[in-house]
């Protein structure tokens, strides 16, 4: 899979891909026909015909594990822990992107500069009633490249449509466009950044993905496909574009220029804030689309749907790739519920080898570039419970765990998103810590009951007898 057209396709062929025929306006319909499909765990739809535009709209792309699984180029039956399984496995080797020769490039088939520079033409949908305006960017990322060592960085960062050239950006403190964007205030220079929307739909993976500060998500996603992500140049900034992407704004950052951004209808259920914030913002130099680009969306908001089963995955499967890379032995599998937007709650099955080793997967933990951030509670639980298994979770919760001994209280960075804290205040958050293990050091530990297994056999053998 190499473009969005590719997975279309692929979709279609699996019967997950909905073609909408019948008008749709850009002004909240869109969105609402999206987030109520995507609440029944409906189909990819394709919006043909957006009222007073030419060129269509796709949503819900990454709403299911099927989709999810299609994209990752696996078993469509996958589950989720499957699917972060083989993410960590890929993610142990690294295949940087390939130039590709631009002329004939997709991405290039339209060139646009100075006065035909017009955002507007596109069908940027409005989201929810109290949105400060129609959000460009939601299922898309971001490219900047770092002055000094020049690693180059996908994130998914909202973009509000501001006007015809100007885009609103919401880099969160820490992020790694944040920390690209003050080197370059540093040297008096405006930060270049590409924008893609519509693309292999694995970058846009990547672009949520927390994968560590230093690392190119472009190296993880050609470990995933296989070989190189294949990338042209930009047309005014120097940066790696993939060769197929529907649309590509290109343009620069001045950290110290602000225009009012928001509010925006975010993951956790709740607005990012109340009115505008003054925000940087992208001025755009050139914009460069496919014929008839295909323009993606995610309708972010109340969990769960098709952003918060995304960062289920990308934020999930980093914190299970970063607890890899401190090479931690014992750790079984990882889970961040989608009902949690897969970043304030974390469950860890382990296996424990000595004692402290619950202590340390915890600690650790809150210590990777995923769980320093936003994480609220993580979960220990011994290796016969699966982390997704919530049923046998509730359980550990309620006969292994004990207050006295195994709950810890940390603080540290939180998301602005927060909205367990007050507006004026989401810095920092408190975080807990929770052991539901059986203590490794006990000499004697609880006895579980097991059922005799000849009497098992025997029972089953006469089943139907007891008119079952
Ligand atoms: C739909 C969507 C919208 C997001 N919006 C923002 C945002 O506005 N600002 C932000 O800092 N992170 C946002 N995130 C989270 C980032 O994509 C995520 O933290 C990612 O790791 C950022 O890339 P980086 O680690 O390279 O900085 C969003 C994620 C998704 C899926
Ligand atoms: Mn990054």
């Known amino acids: 899979m190499k473009s969005m057209r590719d997975f279309i396709a692929k979709a279609e062929e699996l019967g997950v891909l909905h073609r909408i025929k019948a008008e749709v306006d850009w002004n909240l319909e869109l969105s609402h026909v999206a987030k109520l499909n995507e609440e029944k765990s409906g189909p990819a739809l394709l919006f043909e015909n957006v009222k007073g535009?030419?060129?269509?709209?796709?949503?819900?792309?990454?709403?299911?594990?099927?989709?999810?699984?299609?994209?990752?180029?696996?078993?469509?039956?996958?589950?989720?822990?499957?699917?972060?399984?083989?993410?960590?496995?890929?993610?142990?080797?690294?295949?940087?992107?390939?130039?590709?020769?631009?002329?004939?490039?997709?991405?290039?088939?339209?060139?646009?500069?100075?006065?035909?520079i017009d955002l507007t033409q596109f069908p940027v949908p409005k989201y929810y009633p109290l949105d400060g305006g129609r959000f460009f960017g939601t299922a898309h990322f971001v490219l900047t490249k770092d002055p000094d060592t020049g690693w180059v960085n996908l994130g998914t960062y909202r973009l509000q449509m501001l006007d015809k050239n100007h885009l609103g950006t919401q880099f969160i403190k820490g992020k790694h466009s944040d920390i690209m964007l003050k080197k370059y205030q540093a040297m008096k220079k405006p930060m270049?950044?590409?924008?893609?929307?519509g693309c292999d739909p694995l970058l846009f993976l990547m672009g949520a993905a927390r994968v560590s500060a230093f690392d190119s998500e472009y190296d993880l996603?050609?470990?995933?496909?296989?070989?190189?992500?294949?990338?042209?140049?930009?047309?005014?900034?120097?940066?790696?574009?993939?060769?197929?992407?529907?649309?590509?704004?290109?343009?620069?950052?001045?950290?110290?220029?602000?225009?009012?951004?928001?509010?925006?209808?975010?993951?956790?259920?709740?607005?990012?804030?109340?009115?505008?914030?003054?925000?940087?913002?992208?001025?755009?130099?050139?914009?460069?689309?496919?014929?008839n680009p295909i323009f993606w969306g995610t309708t972010v908001g109340r969990a769960v749907t098709d952003t918060h089963m995304t960062?289920?995955?990308?934020?999930?499967?980093?914190?299970?790739?970063?607890?890899?890379?401190?090479?931690?032995?014992?750790?079984?599998?990882?889970?961040?519920?989608?009902?949690?937007?897969?970043?304030?709650?974390?469950?860890?099955?382990?296996?424990?080898?000595?004692?402290?080793?619950?202590?340390?997967?915890?600690?650790?933990?809150?210590?990777?570039?995923?769980?320093?951030?936003?994480?609220?509670?993580?979960?220990?639980?011994?290796?016969?419970?699966?982390?997704?298994?919530?049923?046998?979770?509730?359980?550990?919760?309620s006969f292994r765990f004990q207050p006295n001994r195994s709950q810890v209280i940390k603080r540290g960075r939180s998301t602005p998103l927060d909205p367990s804290l007050p507006?004026?205040?989401?810095?920092?958050?408190?975080?807990?810590?929770?052991?539901?293990?059986?203590?490794?050091?006990?000499k004697k530990k609880p006895i579980p009951i097991e059922l005799d297994a000849e009497m098992v056999k025997r029972v089953q053998s006469r089943w139907s007898e007891f008119g079952f």
Not at 192 to 197: I, K, S
């Open 221 to 291: 996603a050609g470990s995933i496909r296989g070989e190189g992500i294949e990338v042209v140049r930009g047309e005014t900034v120097d940066l790696p574009i993939p060769a197929t992407a529907e649309i590509v704004v290109e343009g620069e950052v001045d950290a110290d220029k602000f225009m009012p951004e928001g509010p925006f209808g975010e993951y956790t259920g709740y607005y990012s804030g109340v009115g505008t914030d003054p925000r940087n913002y992208i001025k755009v130099s050139c914009i460069t689309h496919r014929n």
């Open 192 to 197: 270049p950044v590409a924008v893609v929307v």
């Open 423 to 442: 507006l004026d205040a989401r810095e920092i958050t408190g975080r807990l810590l929770l052991d539901a293990t059986i203590p490794y050091e006990w």
């Open 311 to 397: 960062m289920a995955l990308t934020y999930g499967a980093t914190l299970w790739q970063q607890l890899g890379d401190m090479k931690i032995p014992g750790i079984k599998s990882v889970y961040c519920p989608p009902e949690g937007s897969g970043r304030f709650l974390a469950i860890i099955s382990m296996k424990q080898m000595y004692p402290g080793h619950v202590d340390q997967v915890l600690t650790a933990a809150i210590s990777t570039e995923m769980g320093a951030y936003g994480l609220k509670t993580v979960i220990v639980v011994d290796e016969d419970i699966d982390a997704w298994d919530i049923p046998r979770v509730m359980y550990a919760l």
């Open 53 to 116: 535009y030419n060129s269509p709209v796709i949503t819900s792309v990454c709403t299911t594990t099927e989709r999810l699984s299609l994209i990752m180029g696996m078993d469509t039956k996958s589950s989720l822990v499957d699917i972060m399984r083989e993410w960590v496995e890929k993610g142990k080797r690294k295949i940087p992107p390939k130039y590709v020769d631009s002329k004939g490039a997709p991405c290039k088939e339209n060139i646009l500069m100075g006065d035909k």
